[in-house]
């Protein structure tokens, strides 16, 4: 079975930082990859996704994210953090040879003015 | 275009008792998964369901239960309800593996 992990479950910056969020996942054939984002008592937003082509992926409020193969990675990262980036946030991994998607346990990102 | 609805937004129900959420997906999406969120467990997969039958389950007691329609939409029972059922249940729909899940935002269900 399909396993992703996020590494740190809490992350804090400082406004302004880069933000710089980890996933790995395992798997052994070719992956599509997610990120969402989540606020308080609402659902998951989808932030970007790999499926195939580029491996640097650009998603909304300036997020982006690389697909490295060789290091079975997708990390999150943005350049300068900012106040309203502070959520929930998860990555995900679905396979073309099932029809379930994997979730992450999700890291806590808090912003420091 | 829509997204994903799920009602009722909260509920609170007693132990025991029997509770059925729904979710209406974004039209044309034919696969609706529900997952179920707790603050100590994280996002736990429940099941997914394409064109009326159950592809995916994932690992809970036969009380939770889900059905899907012909027009997609899809409900989700629970049964003898205990106070662990207590939760943030998610329903997203997706056209295929390769194309993301959109998420409704969710029913709160609290157990007294």
């Known amino acids: 079975a399909q396993s992703v992990t996020q590494l740190g479950s809490h992350v804090s910056v400082s406004e302004g930082a880069l933000v710089l969020l980890r996933c790995n996942y395992s798997?052994?054939?070719?992956?599509?990859l997610f990120w969402y984002v989540q606020y308080p008592n609402q659902g998951l937003q989808l932030l970007l996704k790999y499926t195939t082509g580029a491996t640097l992926v650009k998603g909304i409020n300036g997020f982006e994210a690389e697909f490295k193969k060789s290091e079975t990675s997708f990390h999150l990262t943005k350049p300068s953090a900012h106040m309203s980036d502070a959520a929930e946030y998860f990555c995900?991994?679905?396979?073309?040879?099932?029809?379930?998607?994997?979730f992450g346990t999700g890291t806590s990102l808090t912003v420091i003015p | 275009k829509a997204g994903v609805t799920q009602t009722p937004r909260y509920l609170i129900k007693t132990r025991g008792q029997q509770v059925t959420l729904s979710c209406s997906p974004i039209?044309?999406?034919?696969?609706v998964s529900w997952y179920q969120q707790t603050p100590g467990q994280g996002l736990q997969f429940l099941f997914e369901?394409?064109?009326?039958?159950?592809?995916n389950k994932g690992n809970f007691p036969g009380r939770f239960s889900g059905r899907q329609f012909s027009n997609s939409r899809s409900e989700m029972n629970v049964s003898t309800l205990e106070l662990g059922d207590s939760a943030l249940y998610l329903c997203?729909?997706?056209?295929?593996?390769?194309?993301?899940?959109?998420f409704g935002d969710g029913t709160r269900l609290s157990i007294l």
């Open positions: 997203a729909s997706s056209l295929s593996v390769d194309q993301p899940q959109h």
């Open positions: 039209s044309g999406h034919r696969s």
């Open positions: 995900a991994v679905s396979e073309n040879t099932g029809n379930q998607f994997y």
């Open positions: 798997s052994s054939v070719p992956p599509y």
């Open positions: 369901y394409f064109s009326e039958t159950q592809r």
